[in-house]
């Protein structure tokens, strides 16, 4: 379960804990009445992938309700896509309307450039190489070539791989 917290930015006022939409409507209404306008939005706990999605999206109280039906709703590769995208490619992403899914951002996961050139040759992204010559590729330099257009990230502690179209 993920838990926020809501800061005032008035100081005489008090912030509090949430886990959903309702628990902080209620809470910034019954606390503080309806004088107090501001809050920052602070991720407290919750799974990491959560986390980088919040962190990416730059959540504040505009877009929390967003915000809580992505991270329920979404799968872990529309997330991934997300923060990918958002937050490493500085992709533009408006939470109320735009998809996740339509961005042209290709992940993978492995933990090395080297995995990620051994499979696109076992993949035939090279063609069609002989058995005899397979003892032969420098999977190195294909690993190096591969890195001018491919970064690697660490979420919640797995490694990928992307590329951003």
């Known amino acids: 379960m993920t838990t926020l917290f809501a800061q005032p930015y008035d100081f005489t006022a008090n912030g509090f804990y949430f886990h959903n939409l309702d628990e902080y409507v209620t809470k910034s209404f019954n ?10 939005i602070q991720f407290i706990e919750g799974e990491g992938i959560d986390y980088k999605l919040f962190e ?10 967003a915000y809580f039906n992505a991270a329920l709703n979404w799968d872990e590769g529309q997330k991934l896509k997300a923060i990918i995208a958002v937050g490493e490619c500085a992709y533009k992403f ?38 005899s010559l397979k003892y032969y590729i420098d999977y190195d330099a294909i ?10 990230i660490t979420i919640d502690g797995t490694r990928y791989i992307y590329r951003c179209a």
């Open 31 to 40: 606390l503080n009445g309806p004088l107090i306008e501001e809050y920052e």
């Open 143 to 152: 690993a190096r070539d591969l890195s001018m257009d491919y970064s690697e």
């Open 56 to 65: 990416a999206l730059n959540i504040t109280q505009c877009n929390i309700e």
């Open 94 to 131: 408006d939470l109320s309307s735009d998809n996740p899914d339509d961005f042209d951002v290709d992940i993978y996961q492995f933990d090395t450039m080297r995995e990620l050139a051994e499979q696109f040759v076992e993949d035939g992204l090279y063609g069609t190489i002989p058995q």
